[in-house]
């Protein structure tokens, strides 16, 4: 598929038609695709990337949210069966990891568009996530989004940005917290977990549990930061980890809290 062929699913902000590789991003909850521009621009040559834009935020505002999991899903992967023409990537950060993983499965068995890695981040492995109903108490809801700090606080003083984003917040924590995650081995692509050290969501023990999900090789990499570790300054950490795995070659990674390598 050309990436100038219009879809709604997916933005490419810095087109790359020679890229011989495809990273595709897959926001967090809240998220929407210009976040992960940065990681898109920041890509190694030779390698496009490409950010799921979710229905009910900016450029679709107009469309109503999904919530849940197969609303999703479904005509996510079969909007990505068009990017067969070159290998893909997939790298989903918090409820992304979920909805890049369930992505992945639809896709997989049925041979369509299987990406060649699936990279999770800041999510526990299916066998450790738990339901949570946050999405029931806009309180709750509210100070979990403060505290993990995906927004800046400057932004989150501003009058009306609480009340404009809360029905993409609650419709979004209603489908990670009711969403129910199979737990045997369901994919056959190499998985690569990002967590970051200080995160209150993913310990080293949640995100190794993501290695019971795949029949293929599982690596663990733990950056510096929290939840949203692959902001700025650690961005340019996750960037050069991700370039080194693209180019498949050695890299000084980062360490584990227990100060071992993960790379």
Sequence with gaps: ???????????????????????VFFPHGGGSASFYRPLA?????????????????????????????????????????????KPMWFFGHSMGASVAHEVTR???????????????????????????????????????????????AWLLQMPGLREMTLPVLRADYRLVGTYRAGTGRDLSVPVSVCYGTEDPEVDAVDAAAWSQ??????????????????????QSELTHWLTGRLHDRPQHAPTDPAGRNRG
Aim: proline share 12%.
């Design 1 to 23: 598929m050309s990436t100038d062929v219009p879809n709604p699913w997916l933005r490419g902000y810095f087109p790359r038609p020679s890229a011989a590789r495809r990273v």
């Design 106 to 152: 639809l896709l997989g068995p049925a041979g369509e568009a299987p990406p060649e890695r699936l990279v999770v981040s800041g999510r526990p492995g299916p066998a450790r996530q738990r339901p949570d109903d946050k999405h029931l108490d806009d309180e709750r809801l509210w100070a979990d989004v403060c505290q993990l700090g995906g927004t800046n």
């Design 41 to 85: 621009r920041d890509l190694p040559d030779g390698v496009e990337g490409m950010v799921v834009q979710y229905p009910g935020r900016e450029d679709r505002i107009g469309e109503p949210c999904c919530t849940d999991m197969p609303g999703l899903v479904e005509p996510l992967a079969k909007a990505l069966t068009q990017l067969d023409d």
């Design 213 to 234: 999900a795949t029949s293929a090789h599982t690596d663990l990499t733990a950056f510096p930061g929290g939840h949203f570790y692959l902001r700025e300054p650690a």
